[in-house]
């Protein structure tokens, strides 16, 4: 019989846990890569990128693995913590993505980009691709961009207030497919009711948060961060004066910004403007 492989959940990573219990599963049934993928219906070379850690996969096969296997919940659940476990993050962004995690509400402000939080696969793709990652790395970082959903899918999401400069929605992606895509994502996006979307038109003129993008959290203790970014680095606020100064900078930028209504059909308008595909 083979040797069982333990799960202690006491000094693994999320990611490790998980593809230790891959392993795990096919080995005490008995099973080849090849074997698995036969009864599945899913690739060999997947399964075996996903117990090695080089990719988590995405929640379609992790549910077709719990109905294989007979463990239900259980390997979704370790995905999801996979997904969301901060560590998959460069240093400088693990701390903000904690209290992301944790935040009562979040508002944003996205100067060049929609917030990760509300962006496709396929603009997660572009958006990482050109800053030069390639291959593994960048599948893992759009999982684990992607996974920051849940946060908003939630049975009791925080609200987030989103505000976009018009430059995000002008800057479309090469692909045209996964640009309405995107465009259409937004829209969706607006009509639940924990997201507040708005466009902050050109004709707003300048204002104080003209090229940075920002997002503040309310956290359970009351108080509230800043995390602000540009091309070249991100930083996490927690001093009061600096905190606050951004809020009454973002206050008065969303009173020049378009209604959520008037914000919607603006995106509607976009879509409508873009050309057909050719019929065949």
Same mark, same amino acid.
């Given at each position: $019989?083979?040797?069982?492989?333990? #799960? ?34 899913? =690739? ?5 990128? $996903? ?85 593994? @790395?960048?599948?893992?970082? #759009? ?9 908003? @899918?939630? @049975? ?20 045209? =497919?996964?640009?309405? *895509?995107?465009?259409?994502?937004? /829209? *969706? ?5 924990? #997201?507040?979307?708005? /466009? ?13 993008? /920002? $997002?503040?959290?309310?956290?359970? =203790? ?47 308008? $976009?879509? @409508? ?8």
């Amino acid at each position: $019989m083979p040797q069982r492989l333990v #799960i202690t959940g006491r000094s693994q990573e999320p990611r490790g846990r998980f593809t230790q219990e891959l392993r795990r599963l096919r080995i005490e049934r008995g099973l080849s890569l090849r074997e698995l993928a036969k009864a599945v219906g899913w =690739d060999a070379s997947l399964f075996s990128k $996903m117990e090695n850690g080089q990719t988590l996969g995405g929640p379609e096969v992790v549910q077709a693995l719990d109905q294989f296997y007979g463990t239900p919940g259980l390997l979704v659940t370790l995905w999801e913590l996979a997904v969301a476990d901060p560590t998959q993050f460069k240093e400088q962004y693990r701390r903000y993505m904690v209290l992301e995690s944790e935040a009562l509400s979040l508002w944003h402000y996205g100067a060049s980009a929609p917030p990760g939080l509300l962006q496709t696969a396929g603009y997660a793709r572009e958006a990482l691709g050109v800053g030069w990652i390639k291959g593994a @790395e960048l599948d893992q970082q #759009i999982e684990a961009r992607l996974g920051r959903r849940q946060l908003l @899918e939630d @049975e009791d999401p925080p609200p987030f207030r989103v505000i976009l400069s018009e430059a995000v929605l002008r800057t479309s992606l090469r692909d045209a =497919d996964a640009w309405r *895509e995107q465009l259409e994502h937004l /829209v *969706e996006d607006s009509e639940r009711p924990n #997201i507040t979307l708005q /466009v902050l038109p050109f004709s707003a003129g300048l204002h104080g948060l003209l090229n940075t993008s /920002v $997002m503040f959290l309310r956290l359970i =203790d009351g108080r509230t961060v800043a995390y602000t970014e540009n091309d070249l680095r991100g930083e996490l606020l927690e001093e009061n004066a600096s905190v606050e100064l951004l809020q009454r900078r973002y206050d008065a930028m969303r009173d020049l910004a378009l209604s959520p209504a008037e914000s919607r059909n603006f995106i509607l308008r $976009m879509l @409508e403007a873009m050309p057909c595909e050719p019929s065949t």
